[in-house]
C-alpha cells in the first residue's frame, strides 16, 4: 500500500497525538511503515509492504540537508531555516476564498504550527526553523534554505557530498551553478538543487512539483523501487 496521507510517515503514535491531534487507529502498523523518500529508503522499499510517502515539503527539504547533515558539514547549533513557497494547489482543491487566485497574495501560513515541521526533523534527526508560504501560482515548490557551516567547511566540499548523494539518482538534478528556477519542475517529477556558500553561510535552494515529487510521482518512483522496475 502507498499511502499519501500523513498517517505512516513517523513510527511513533506519541507523534500523532501530539502534531496531528489524533489517537492513531493503527499502532501496529506503525513498525512496517517505510518513510518513501525514495533517494534515501530504496533497500527499505524493496521489501516494504506500507509504504509512506513523505510530503510535499519535506521531499525538497531532507533532498537538500541530510547528505550535509550525513557528512557532517553543518553546525547545527544553528538550526536551519527553511522559507518555503508553494503553489494554490498545496493547499488543496476545496473551494475556499483563501484558494481564489483573486485572493491568494504571498503569505506565511502555519507558523511554527506546521505538522511538516516534526515530520522534517523527525527525519533528518536535528531541529529546523520552517515556515511554509502560500503563493499565487498554481503548483510548484521553492525552498530557500539557510544553514550554517561548521568552520573550514568549503564549497567543494558541500558539492561533493551533494555529488555523492545523488550523481546516481535520476530523478534529482543538481546545478554546477547557480540556483535552480520553479519553472524548470512544474509539470516534471525531479527535485533541483542549487546552493551558494560565503564564509560560513550557506544558503541551498530546491525547487519541486508539489503535485509530482512531492506527491504522484514520488509515489511512483517508490512503487518502481519496490516492485524492481528500477
Known amino acids: 500500500m502507498f499511502d499519501l496521507s500523513g498517517a505512516f510517515r513517523v513510527n511513533d503514535s506519541a507523534f500523532y497525538e501530539k502534531y496531528y491531534g489524533f489517537t492513531h487507529q493503527h499502532p501496529e502498523l506503525l513498525e512496517q511503515a517505510v518513510y518513501g523518500l525514495a533517494e534515501w529508503s530504496a533497500n527499505k522499499l524493496k521489501e516494504a509492504n506500507l509504504i509512506a510517502v513523505p510530503g510535499c515539503y519535506p521531499t525538497a527539504a531532507q533532498l537538500s540537508l541530510k547528505p550535509l547533515i550525513d557528512a557532517g558539514l553543518l553546525d547545527l547549533n544553528q538550526w536551519p531555516v527553511i522559507n518555503a513557497t508553494s503553489g494554490v494547489s498545496g493547499a488543496g482543491r476545496k473551494a475556499a476564498l483563501s484558494n481564489s487566485f483573486c485572493e491568494v497574495s504571498l ?3 502555519g507558523v511554527f504550527t506546521h505538522r511538516h515541521q516534526p515530520e522534517i526533523a523527525t527525519h533528518l534527526g536535528a ?5 511554509p508560504h502560500l503563493g499565487n501560482f498554481p503548483r510548484g515548490i521553492l525552498e530557500t534554505i539557510t544553514c550554517r557551516l561548521k568552520a573550514g567547511v568549503t564549497h567543494t566540499q558541500v558539492a561533493q557530498a551533494l555529488q555523492q548523494a545523488y550523481g546516481d ?23 533541483d538543487i542549487g546552493f551558494a556558500v560565503q564564509g560560513e553561510h550557506l544558503i541551498v535552494v530546491a525547487t519541486e512539483d508539489n503535485l509530482l515529487k512531492g506527491a504522484a510521482a514520488q509515489a511512483v518512483q517508490c512503487a518502481n523501487i519496490r516492485f524492481g522496475l528500477c
Do not use: H, M, S, W
Request: proline share 13%; aromatic share 12%.
Open 127 to 131: 531541529e529546523v526553523i520552517f515556515t
Open 107 to 109: 503569505q506565511p501560513y
Open 169 to 191: 539518482k535520476p530523478l534529482v538534478r543538481l546545478y554546477d551553478k547557480g540556483v535552480p528556477a520553479l519553472k524548470n519542475v512544474v509539470g516534471l517529477p525531479f527535485c
